[in-house]
């Protein structure tokens, strides 16, 4: 199983050379995920009918643009623009080529003056990996005159997924961003495999870096805040942070993606690969799991 986590910012990318503005362009990151084929993707930063993104329903824009079933969670929900619109919704969004056959959307408690922020689970049958739980997420964002608050916001939040990571034995993937690198206590909930996660990163690349932010057309990333995690029964492959001329254009993180493989083989009940099981027909894909 290939999976991806990234970042789109609404897909407001760079300026293109001669502008002095960036543009909402989802085909730029539409391009992006193609290109790199993942089963799964977790994408954060998403929009529905915000006029900042054209009014744009951005989970089914990219769902029918990538054929693939698309699993919504509505973290931040704001009146309509206008009263000819429908509400404003701010989330993130999982994307899967086989239908999810479970979604729970949990929010974390609110913090003032914070943002409401969440997280969506999703399990993914896969021909090979047998059912995966796939959890997206956004944590809390420091900001500089409440570093603090913001800080200890961040761990709890950590510590509330780590928590449910680890009350299931279904292997899971843990995609998103932390808004923090590794080192930073604040996460060793998650990072400090004391709940037998794997930092995909670091298991195919400790000596490297593996910045993902800023993407900038023109300088070059210095932090890596965005992760892909799982737990001990897959086996990490290769992990990748692909930079090239078009992500650097098409948002401000850069994509984060890795190969999975069983650790143990089988694992729940896997059925062989090839077999088309459950899988319904392309016209059957647009139900849109809105979780509000």
């Avoid at 999976?3 to 909402?24: A, D």
């Avoid at 998403?46 to 698309?70: I, K, N």
């Avoid at 000596?207 to 932090?223: E, H, K, L, M, Y």
Wanted: net charge negative.
């Amino acid at each position: 199983m290939r999976v991806m986590t990234y970042n789109i910012r609404h897909g407001l990318g760079h300026p293109l050379p001669g502008k002095k503005i960036g543009e909402v362009d989802l085909e730029r990151i539409a391009t992006v995920i193609l290109e790199h084929d993942s089963d799964v993707v977790a994408i954060q930063e998403v929009d529905r009918f915000w006029s900042r993104s054209g009014f744009t329903d951005q989970v089914e824009a990219l769902a029918r643009r990538l054929d693939m079933f698309p699993a919504f969670a509505s973290n931040l929900c704001l009146e309509a623009e206008s009263v000819e619109r429908n509400p404003r919704q701010y989330g993130v969004l999982t994307l899967s080529r086989q239908e999810p056959t479970a979604i729970n959307h949990v929010l974390f408690p609110p913090a003032q003056p914070f943002e409401q922020r969440g997280f969506l689970e999703v399990h993914v049958p896969d021909p090979v990996l047998g059912t995966i739980r796939v959890f997206n997420t956004h944590l809390e964002v420091g900001r500089p005159n409440v570093i603090a608050e913001s800080t200890r916001v961040r761990n709890e939040q950590a510590r509330l997924l780590s928590d449910l990571v680890s009350s299931s034995e279904i292997p899971a993937v843990v995609m998103g961003d932390f808004n923090g690198s590794s080192g930073d206590p604040e996460l060793d909930p998650l990072l400090m495999n004391k709940n037998g996660l794997q930092d995909a990163w670091m298991t195919s690349h400790p000596d490297q870096p593996g910045f993902t932010i800023p993407a900038d057309p023109v300088s070059s990333a210095d932090r890596r805040i965005d992760f892909i995690l799982a737990t001990k029964e897959l086996s990490v492959r290769n992990c990748s942070v692909p930079v090239t001329s078009t992500t650097r254009l098409a948002s401000d993180h850069f994509p984060v993606i890795a190969d999975l493989d069983p650790a143990r083989y089988p694992l729940n009940g896997l059925r062989a690969r090839g077999s088309t099981s459950g899988i319904v027909e392309r016209n059957q894909r647009w139900r849109i799991a809105n979780l509000e």
